[in-house]
T-cell receptor
């Protein structure tokens, strides 16, 4: 593994189903993030984690939950999917320092909720 | 509220120069980023500005004026592979990135 991986690449999901999007990084970055990207809108932060064991809410957290049991993994769970959660989901990570702290992105998961 | 404005779409000719503007109004400022995103792919980091002035990196340069809440990305010697969306993002007082909707750049031969 080099960088950030996400799974699945794409998914079609029935409304009401539970779904977990996976994200793994091998850069030993402290901070990780989940964004959604919708046409005509900027990336919007769903949840973030500054370090293993801690999480925080972003701009659009409703309907989503996350956990950060270790440094490498940051899964995003949709407890009961709704059509408005149709989007492209990007996971990102950064070293968490207060200098440049550049975020690096995974390849994304394209989710369709019907 | 917090706001990042960029043009939705721009068109330029191969070999030419193009400037993509970004204006922002955020609660606090802790740096401005430019990312490139090809269709169907992830955003990739291009540049970072935290002090006023111009940062040059090969064919790409980024400028920042904090007093004006303004930045631009300058792309020189345009190549067809530069066709992509360019995303402006500002890190606010909570150290979270606020993102613009992106500028789709179309390069014509």
């Amino acid at each position: 593994i080099a960088g950030i991986t996400q799974a699945p690449t794409s998914q079609i999901l029935a409304a009401g189903r539970r779904m977990t999007l996976r994200c793994t990084q091998d850069m030993r970055h402290n901070a990780m993030y989940w964004y959604r990207q919708d046409l005509g809108l900027g990336l919007r932060l769903i949840h973030y984690s500054n370090t293993a064991g801690t999480t925080g809410k972003g701009e659009v957290p409703d309907g989503y939950s996350v956990s950060r049991a270790n440094t490498d993994d940051f899964p995003l769970t949709l407890a009961s999917a709704v059509p408005s959660q149709t989007s492209v989901y990007f996971c990102a990570s950064s070293d968490g320092g207060r200098a440049t702290d550049t975020q690096y992105f995974g390849p994304g998961t394209r989710l369709t909720v019907l | 509220g917090q706001n990042i404005d960029q043009p939705t779409e721009m068109t330029a000719t191969e070999g030419a120069i193009v400037q993509i503007n970004c204006t922002y109004q955020t609660s606090g400022f802790n740096g401005l980023f430019w990312y490139q995103q090809h269709a169907g792919e992830a955003p990739t980091f291009l540049s970072y500005n935290v002090l006023d002035g111009l940062e040059e990196k090969g064919r790409f340069s980024s400028f920042l004026s904090r007093s004006k809440g303004y930045s631009y990305l300058l792309l020189k010697e345009l190549q067809m592979k530069d066709s992509a969306s360019y995303l402006c993002a500002v890190r606010d007082s909570n150290y979270q990135l606020i993102w613009g909707a992106g500028t789709k750049l179309i390069i014509k031969p």
